[in-house]
RNA sequence: GGCGCGAUAGCCAAGCGGUCAGGCACGGGUCUGCAAAACCUGUUAGACCGGUUCAACUCCGGUUCGCGCCUCCA
C-alpha cells in the first residue's frame, strides 16, 4: 500500500507520488523567532516531524527546509524593547527554538535558512514579479504583489475575490494599495524600524513577510517540489501568497501537495495568553513533565484534528508510555543474552514463521495507519496490540526468547517514526538504592513493617519498587518526574 | 456574509453499512507477606430530528451546539 495525504489544494485525500522518486522536497513553515515557541508551534513541527519519518520509513529521501521568520513586525518591536540589535535579539530565540526541538526528538531539518541571511534572493524574486508585470510601486516605495494579475488566485483557500472582499479587514495601508487584498512584497523604511533596513533597488527597507517562504524555498527545493506545510492558519493567506509569488515568477506549479495540520486548544479553548492556557515547552517542564511525554501527548491525535490539550491528557500519555516501557523491559528480560548484541539464530523455520505472523502483523498495521494520512491514533492501537499481545503470551508462559526479540526489533522499528524510545528507564539515585537494599534486607528477615517503612520512604521520594523473584526493580512513579 | 472542520462512553480518541478499536481512569478476580507490573473480567457510547436500507455510530437531508480562517497567529 502507498502513502496517502489529503491535500489542502484539492481537499482530498491523494496517493503520493513524487516528482522525482526517491527525492521529495518538504517545506515547512518554521518559528518567527520574537519568543520561545508554544506547544501549539510544536504540535505542527511534530506533525511535520510525523510526515518526515513517515517517508522516510517508505524509502524517500527526504530533503527538508524550514525558515526562520528573523525579520518581521514583531522581531523589530521585540529587539526595540529590549534595546538590542535584531540580530542579538533573535539569535537566543533561534538557540532556544532548537534546544526545544531536542526535548521534543524533532529530527533536524537538512536546512533551517533565515530570512535576513537570503535579502537577496528575495530581491530578485520581486524584481522578477515586477518585470513580468505582477507587482507595482507604491507611493511610499513599496512594492505589492498585485493579485488581480494572477489569475488562480484563491486556489488553495478556495476563496474568491468576492469573498475576501466582503469580509477582509481594512489594512492600514490600504490606501497605498491598488486593491485591499494586495499583499505587501517589500516595505518600505519607516521610522518605527529603527536600524533593521536593508538597500533594494526600490530604496531602504525590508521584505514582506511572504516572500521569504517563496525565495528559500526554491533556491532549496527547486521552483517545483512535492510538499508544503504549516498549521491551518497559514493556508491563507501566507500559503496562497507563497503560490502567487512563486508561480507568477517561474510560470510553473509550486508546490504538488500541500499538508496543514488543526490547531491546538486548551481546555477546550483557544490557547491565549490574556486566557491563562498559555504554554511554552519550557513552562510544561518546568511543571514536571518530560519531552517524551509532551511528544506522545501532540502525536496521539490525528493531525487534521484539533488536538484539545490538557494535564489530563499528559497524565494519560504518561500512564501510555509506562505502559511501553514495561514492556520493552520484559522483552529485553526475555530476550536471549546473544540478542544483545548480534542477530540471533531462529530454532527453526516454523518457528520463525509463526513468530513472523504474529509480530510482524501488528508492524504492519502500524504502517498502514501511517500510510492512511498518518493516522498515529490507529497506529498506537495497533502498538498497543502488539504490546497486549506478548503480555499476554509471557504471562501464559508461551513466549520464547526468540519471539521476545522479535517483539523488541518490532518496537524498534515502530520507534523509528513515534521515537518515544521505550524502555529507557533513570537511574535512580544511590539513596533510592540504598533504601530499597535494605527494604530488601528487611523483607528477607521477614520484618514487614520495617519493610513496609522503608517501601514508603522510596515512594515519597518518587520511585516505586518492584519486587522480583531475586531482588527488586526501581521505577519512576508519575508523581514527580522531572 | 464567504470558506472549512467537528459533536463517539468518566477523560482522550479511531475504524467500520451487520462482527473487539486503542490509551488513561474506575470496579471485581488471579498472582504477591503487602504492593507494583502483567493477565482474566466488568461498567459507562455514538448531540437531536427525519430519510435510504433487511440492517445506520457509519450513507443522505435538516436542526442544535462548538470551533477555525477570511491580509503578516503553527
Not at 506549479?253 to 491546538?264: E, I, Q
Not at 518518587?462 to 508519575?478: H, M, V
Request: hydrophobic share 40%; aromatic share 10%.
Amino acid at each position: 500500500m502507498a502513502l496517502s495525504i489529503y491535500n489542502t489544494l484539492t481537499r482530498r485525500l491523494e496517493e503520493f507520488a513524487p516528482i522525482q522518486a526517491p527525492q521529495v522536497g518538504l517545506y515547512t513553515c518554521g518559528p518567527t523567532v520574537y519568543d520561545f515557541a508554544h506547544i501549539g508551534n510544536f504540535r505542527a513541527y511534530i506533525f511535520e516531524d510525523l510526515l518526515r519519518r513517515t517517508l522516510r520509513l517508505q524509502g524517500f529521501r527526504v530533503t527538508q527546509v524550514m525558515n526562520l521568520t528573523d525579520v518581521d513586525d514583531k522581531t523589530i518591536r521585540g529587539s526595540q524593547a529590549a534595546g538590542v540589535q535584531l540580530d542579538d535579539f533573535t539569535r537566543q530565540y533561534k538557540e532556544a527554538f532548537f534546544e526545544d526541538l531536542r526535548t521534543l526528538a524533532i529530527e533536524p531539518a537538512e536546512h533551517y535558512p533565515a530570512a535576513t541571511a537570503h535579502i537577496a534572493e528575495m530581491i530578485a524574486l520581486i524584481a522578477k514579479l515586477l518585470a513580468k508585470g505582477y507587482a507595482y510601486h507604491s507611493e511610499d516605495g513599496s512594492i505589492y504583489f498585485s493579485i488581480a494579475k494572477f489569475k488562480p488566485y484563491g486556489q488553495l483557500a478556495h476563496l474568491d475575490r468576492d469573498g475576501l472582499r466582503s469580509g477582509a479587514r481594512i489594512a492600514q495601508d490600504e490606501y497605498q494599495k491598488e486593491n485591499a487584498s494586495d499583499f505587501a512584497l517589500w516595505k518600505a523604511w519607516q521610522a518605527a524600524d529603527g536600524a533593521t533596513a536593508w538597500e533594494s533597488p526600490w530604496g531602504r527597507g525590508r521584505p514582506g513577510w511572504h516572500i521569504e517562504c517563496s525565495a528559500m524555498s526554491m533556491k532549496y527545493l527547486g521552483k517545483s517540489f512535492e510538499l508544503h506545510t504549516g498549521g491551518v492558519d497559514n493556508i491563507f493567506p501566507h500559503h496562497e501568497n507563497e503560490i502567487a509569488q512563486s508561480e507568477a515568477a517561474t510560470g510553473k506549479p509550486f508546490v504538488k501537495y500541500w499538508l496543514h495540520c488543526a490547531h491546538l486548544v486548551v481546555d477546550g479553548r483557544k490557547m491565549a495568553k490574556s486566557a491563562g492556557n498559555f504554554f511554552t515547552l519550557r513552562d510544561l517542564l518546568q511543571r514536571g513533565y518530560t519531552g517524551r511525554e509532551i511528544r506522545y501527548a501532540l502525536l496521539s491525535v490525528h493531525y487534521r484534528q484539533v488536538l484539545n490539550f490538557t494535564f489530563e491528557a499528559l497524565a494519560a500519555a504518561r500512564g501510555a508510555l509506562k505502559r511501553l516501557d514495561e514492556f520493552a523491559e520484559k522483552m529485553q528480560n526475555q530476550s536471549p543474552p546473544a540478542a544483545a548484541g548480534r542477530e540471533f539464530q531462529p530454532v527453526n523455520a516454523e518457528l520463525q514463521s509463526k513468530i513472523e505472523n504474529w509480530v510482524a502483523g501488528h508492524v504492519a498495521a502500524f504502517t498502514r495507519a501511517l500510510e492512511d494520512d498518518l493516522n498515529t491514533s490507529l497506529a498506537l492501537a495497533a502498538l498497543f496490540d502488539l504490546v497486549y499481545e506478548g503480555n499476554k503470551r509471557l504471562a501464559a508462559g508461551a513466549l520464547t526468547p526468540a519471539q521476545a526479540h522479535q517483539a523488541l526489533q518490532a518496537l524498534a522499528q515502530i520507534d523509528r517514526v513515534l521515537d518515544v524510545q521505550p524502555g529507557i528507564t533513570p537511574l535512580p539515585p544511590q539513596t533510592i538504592i540504598d533504601l530499597a537494599q535494605a527494604r530488601l534486607e528487611a523483607r528477607r528477615r521477614k520484618d514487614f513493617a520495617a519493610a513496609d517503612r522503608l517501601r514508603r520512604q522510596v515512594e515519597a521520594q518518587g520511585w516505586i519498587i518492584q519486587d522480583t523473584a531475586e531482588d527488586f526493580k526501581l521505577k519512576r512513579s508519575g508523581a514527580a518526574s522531572s
